[in-house]
């Protein structure tokens, strides 16, 4: 989380780049997308079976609760292959990734159908694709002056995971956030178990991370998951 509110304060509103920015980097983390699922290897890689496109755009709701949603289809995952998969992000008081996703929208409202979801305008009236390098370079440079920690593009995947789980959402509905696989969101929290209590936020009570312990045995029973993993698949 310091790493997002760090970038927010250091990117302007008003940039298209830096507002692309943000809204990868929001709806990866609270989406809990893989950065492949949402950016481009390359310049000149968009493949529109592979990558998300501006069409058809993400649909918006506003909840009878007043809570506001966005919802968009990626045509490929890492789990689902081909299948491709729907993202549903719902809206929030602080980096919120609904607003970024609607902002970055707004300001790039001039790309074509056919570029990439998270494209962005140039002051040349073109246009330049996300690629996850230039997406990574953009937050390196925000945390930097600040000595925060690189993060990889997997750490948006985990990190979003993560602070859902400590925010007491069940782990069946983060599995299904983050599309993983029974097995492999168990091994994900064996990694996880012994690193909480060294690096949880204050912001939580640490009997959080025993109601989570309880939690995921419950998700172990339910999915008919052994107690113990081989070494080699736990490491």
Not at 135 to 149: H, I, Q, T, V
Not at 203 to 217: C, E, G, H, Q, T
């Amino acid at each position: 989380m310091e790493h997002l509110l760090a970038l927010e304060l250091f990117l302007s509103p008003d940039d298209p780049r830096d507002c692309a920015v943000l809204a990868v980097a929001l709806v990866a983390f609270w989406g809990c997308c893989r950065l492949g699922e949402l950016t481009i290897p390359s310049r000149l890689a968009f493949d529109r079976r592979r990558h998300v496109a501006m069409a058809p755009q993400p649909v918006f709701k506003s909840l009878p609760c007043g809570i506001e949603s966005a919802l968009f289809t990626i045509p490929f995952g890492k789990v689902e292959k081909e299948s491709g998969a729907r993202i549903l992000l719902t809206g929030r008081n602080l980096l919120c990734p609904v607003c970024a996703l609607r902002r970055h929208l707004n300001l790039n409202s001039r790309m074509p159908d056919n570029t990439p979801l998270f494209a962005y305008a140039t002051t040349d009236e073109g246009w330049m694709p996300m690629t996850k390098s230039a997406f990574l370079g953009r937050c390196k440079e925000a945390w930097d002056p600040l000595r925060l920690s690189r993060m990889s593009g997997h750490s948006f995947h985990i990190g979003g995971a993560t602070e859902l789980l400590l925010a007491g959402v069940l782990p069946e509905t983060v599995a299904a956030q983050g599309r993983w696989r029974s097995l492999a969101f168990l091994l994900y929290w064996r990694r996880l178990e012994d690193l909480l209590p060294l690096t949880i936020s204050k912001s939580y009570d640490k009997s959080r991370i025993a109601m989570l312990k309880s939690d995921f045995d419950a998700y172990r029973v339910h999915n008919n998951l052994p107690a113990d993993f081989p070494d080699s698949l736990v490491a």
